[in-house]
């Protein structure tokens, strides 16, 4: 940041949610996650947008990037997180992350990765045309199944049935 003009520094300092990038010629929301040339009139413009003044409102002080490995931006709803380890969207908003990353199933998850990464890597790199690079870890997620109850017979309908005989209903006369 030494050869960044000290108007531009003062700016930067100001606003917690922009951090400069290594090349140290582009600035990145971690909010929204664009990134702006590092000139101070584009920077005082996008922070006085209606998108980011919403977004430091909602959550000044709160970094996703702490989850990062597991949990990231989804590529299917953008107003979303994606958990990696339980395969499940999640809101963007703060209390709704903790709830998520503090729950059981994702603990669980969290604890079975870790065992595994011990023993073996189990990632799996899986590239899709036109889509960016994403890993997946396989073997984490345990899907819920309904328990069978009583037999394991299936029980079929019978519709071989005589049909009903209308002749005793008929109106006299």
């Given at each position: 940041?030494?050869?960044?003009p ?5 700016f930067?300092?100001?606003h917690p949610s922009?951090r400069?990038?290594?090349d ?7 909010l929204?996650?664009?990134?702006l040339?590092c000139r101070l009139?584009e920077l005082q413009?996008?922070?006085r947008?209606?998108?980011y003044?919403r977004?430091v ?16 931006p ?11 380890l339980?395969?499940r969207h999640?809101n963007?908003c703060?209390?709704?992350?903790l709830r998520h ?11 079975k990765?870790k ?7 189990p990632r799996?790199k899986?590239?899709?045309e ?13 899907k819920?199944?309904k ?13 071989h049935?005589?049909?009903?005989s ?6 006299p006369?």
């Open positions: 940041m030494s050869e960044l000290g108007d531009v520094r003062a930067l300092r100001e922009l400069l990038q290594t140290a010629r582009k600035v990145r929301c971690i929204t996650g664009h990134e040339p009139p413009v996008y922070t947008g209606k998108k003044q977004l409102r909602a959550s000044p002080a709160f970094d996703y990037a702490e989850f990062e490995p597991h949990i990231v989804s590529t299917k709803n953008p107003h979303q997180l994606f958990c990696k339980t395969l999640i963007k703060p209390e709704h992350v990353t503090q729950g059981r199933r994702y603990q669980r998850a969290l604890c990765y065992e595994d990464e011990k023993a073996k890597p799996e899986a590239t899709d036109g889509r960016r690079e994403t890993t997946v870890y396989r073997g984490l997620v345990q819920r199944g328990k069978q109850l009583g037999s394991l017979k299936k029980k079929f309908k019978s519709h049935r005589k049909p009903k209308f002749s005793s209903c008929k109106q006369g």
